[in-house]
């Protein structure tokens, strides 16, 4: 049975308490198990921007063993259109609508979560559903920070629910086949993987000029853990203005309070892919150097607007990576394959003949699913998941490390098992955060 919404005096209760200083009682984790009831997925959708509705809500929704019970945004018109796109693809009117994930938390029939909230949300948001017992989805990149990234990882290693790591990248069909031939020997012994990004989408550096708040969205809430910062909408996001849809892209993405920039929003993508060729998921460089370009001071929009990284591995490997066009490019002592992320530029190697290999049954190979029905498989079946927390957690860290390496001008030496920078602790505080109360990481982990 679907229930209707809590009323406005819990949800005030609960943040007139949090904001007095009282603590927040997180739950421990009951018995759901590692299978879902009636082999039917429940899963509320929290944060319904661009990437929350036009990627991973539909994709839900269209899904015949996943039913999205509610949907939880700061913003009330992302939150209506939202509600109100999941209503008409069931035929109904039971999706339940919250304003404040905590709430959405609560949900009764509450199986799973999907975490689409700008980077700065995503370890809290996760480790209190996580200590719900519920299962955990999240968009990359994993954290914006690293001490939250290990607590994370840490906390869903000691679950006994599911964490996938919200990328896709591992079921591009380029990609799978490049894994595919590099890990089963048909390149040789890989010497080196060059691995392309992106660069930012449109020009400028954001309005900084405080604006007043739009009505229907809860600043204080957005920024959460983040510092105070006076609202502008290129800080946020910006709506359609007739239905309240999701509109471009999202200003925090490129804003170094709330999110890392193209380096972990496109490194969560390819350099984990790297890092799966390479067998370092669960693991990471021990020398890591680089060179780039951030905007001047007092800008907006903060983060890089240019890298070069160059990563070496203690298996001898030396992963670089740059801003370019999306591509991984591995090179064997054989051979080479070049895998873009779009069908322009396709797949390539050194002979194309090796791109038409059958394999043998004694192959390696990548698993196929797609990214959401990997995470329901791992909840309904038991299977693993293709990345989990402790993958997500270092392929953001080898990020966080590149931007280290570049601000402090030195090449970093990496302890990828005790997880400390050997040569020049003070590049450790690139990778630092800070949390604005009442939201301390640490009463979450």
């Known amino acids: 049975m679907i229930m209707k919404s809590a009323p406005i005096t819990r949800r005030t209760c609960l943040k007139q308490a949090l904001l007095a200083g009282a603590a927040f009682t997180i739950l421990p984790s009951h018995s759901r198990g590692r299978a879902a009831p009636s082999k039917r997925v429940h899963v509320a959708m929290i944060g319904v921007g661009r990437q929350g509705v036009g990627v991973n809500l539909r994709t839900f929704l269209g899904m015949e063993n ?62 209190m559903a996580i200590n719900k017992g519920l299962h955990v989805c999240c968009e990359k990149a994993m954290t914006r920070f690293f001490e939250e990234g290990r607590a994370l990882a840490d906390a869903a290693a000691n679950s006994d629910v599911v964490f996938r790591l919200d990328s896709e990248c591992r079921s591009h069909a380029y990609m799978t086949r490049t894994a595919d031939l590099a890990m089963n020997g048909y390149l040789g012994n890989i010497q080196r993987i060059e691995v392309g990004l992106p660069r930012e989408e449109g020009g400028g550096f954001g309005n900084a000029e405080p604006m007043q708040t739009p009505e229907h969205l809860d600043y204080d809430m957005w920024l959460g853990p983040a510092p105070e910062r006076p609202y502008t909408a290129d800080r ?6 007739r239905t309240g849809a999701p509109y471009g892209r999202p200003g925090w993405i490129r804003i170094s309070d709330y999110a890392a920039g193209m380096i972990s929003n496109w490194g969560g993508h390819l350099l984990d892919v790297a890092n799966l060729i390479n067998r ?12 780039g370009a ?42 080479w394959i070049q895998a873009h992320w779009h069908s322009r530029g396709g797949l390539r190697a050194h002979d194309n003949r090796i791109l038409r290999t059958e394999f043998r049954d004694s192959d390696e190979r990548v698993p196929t699913r797609s990214d959401k029905q990997d995470f329901i498989d791992a909840i309904v079946k038991g299977t693993p998941v293709m990345i989990d927390a402790e ?18 001008g030195v090449a970093l030496e990496w302890d990828p ?15 630092a955060g800070t949390y604005r109360k009442p939201w301390d990481l640490k009463r979450f982990t």
């Open 294 to 335: 951030f905007p001047g001071p007092g800008e907006l929009w903060d983060t890089m607007t240019d890298c070069e990284i160059s990563c070496q591995f203690a298996n001898g490997l030396v992963m670089d990576c740059r801003m370019d066009r999306p591509y991984i490019r591995v090179v064997g002592d054989e051979g």
């Open 66 to 127: 996943v039913r999205v019970t509610a949907v939880c945004d700061v913003d009330r018109e992302r939150l209506a259109y939202a509600k109100k796109m999941v209503d008409e693809s069931y035929g109904d009117t039971d999706c339940r609508a919250f304003p404040d994930f905590r709430e959405a938390l609560e949900t009764p029939e509450l199986d799973a979560v999907m975490i689409s909230t700008p980077d700065h949300w995503h370890a809290i948001q996760a480790l």
């Open 391 to 408: 993958a997500g957690h270092r392929v953001n860290s080898q990020c966080l490390l590149g931007i280290a390496a570049m601000k402090s």
């Open 236 to 241: 946020v996001h910006r709506n359609h203005a």
């Open 280 to 291: 370092s998921s669960h693991t990471g460089p021990v020398r890591i150097e680089g060179t």
């Open 417 to 431: 098992d005790a997880e400390k920078i050997l040569n020049h602790p003070e590049a450790a505080g690139e990778m």
